[in-house]
T-cell receptor
Framework: DTGVSQNPRHKITKRGQNVTFRCDPISEHNRLYWYRQTLGQGPEFLTYFQNEAQLEKSRLLSDRFSAERPKGSFSTLEIQRTEQGDSAMYLC????????????FGQGTRLTVV | EDQVTQSPEALRLQEGESSSLNCSYTVSGLRGLFWYRQDPGKGPEFLFTLYSAGEEKEKERLKATLTKKESFLHITAPKPEDSATYLCAVHTSGTYKYIFGTGTRLKVLA
């Protein structure tokens, strides 16, 4: 169990550019979550995958955000035409299936839009 | 709408001074309540899962308890290394997501 891995750890981008983040969940976990966290706030839900199916998305999620989980393994989160308000920590988490179980988080990707 | 509120927002303790953090929730159907610890610049680290009122979990200086409306994280004789933000999250019926509170920032002074 090597834990949830996220890459890159830090990303600085210019406003208007596209960025993509990667998440590798714990290998036996079929549930995968993306969250966003800004300073002083708790993590805010973005989207949820069960295996390769995206089953839930936040109503607040802009059309500029898209996520995939091909073959139910790793996941990517893409932000198109980044804005300064997108600056945040993007967190990925995974959990086992079957009932309500704890989610394990990666170390996050810190995005700064300049 | 499901909601999680944590208090206090910030807490300063002297080393060895025990205290409790509160997480109150208003949800349609609680499936699980989770406590996490988060250090600056890092992802949340899982601490405890609680499923039903009356349940308690313990780990070193931390003990989590659950009632029908709130959960407490009790910290006994804290040490400076316990300084962190403590987050509470709930998993509810009808959704897959975990809903987080804004956290309690704990500072333990030597």
């Amino acid at each position: 169990d090597t834990g949830v891995s996220q890459n890159p750890r830090h990303k600085i981008t210019k406003r208007g550019q596209n960025v993509t983040f990667r998440c590798d969940p714990i290998s036996e976990h079929n549930r995968l979550y993306w969250y966003r966290q800004t300073l002083g706030q708790g993590p805010e839900f973005l989207t949820y995958f069960q295996n390769e199916a995206q089953l839930e998305k936040s109503r607040l999620l802009s059309d500029r955000f898209s996520a995939e989980r091909p073959k139910g393994s790793f996941s990517t989160l893409e932000i198109q035409r980044t804005e300064q308000g997108d600056s945040a920590m993007y967190l990925c988490a995974s959990s086992r299936g079957g009932g309500s179980t704890e989610a394990f988080f990666g170390q996050g990707t810190r995005l700064t839009v300049v | 709408e499901d909601q999680v509120t944590q208090s206090p927002e910030a807490l300063r303790l002297q080393e060895g001074e025990s205290s409790s953090l509160n997480c109150s929730y208003t949800v349609s159907g609680l499936r699980g309540l989770f406590w996490y610890r988060q250090d600056p610049g890092k992802g949340p680290e899982f601490l405890f899962t609680l499923y039903s009122a009356g349940e308690e979990k313990e780990k070193e200086r931390l003990k989590a308890t659950l009632t029908k409306k709130e959960s407490f994280l009790h910290i006994t004789a804290p040490k400076p290394e316990d300084s962190a933000t403590y987050l509470c999250a709930v998993h509810t019926s009808g959704t897959y997501k975990y809903i987080f509170g804004t956290g309690t920032r704990l500072k333990v002074l030597a």
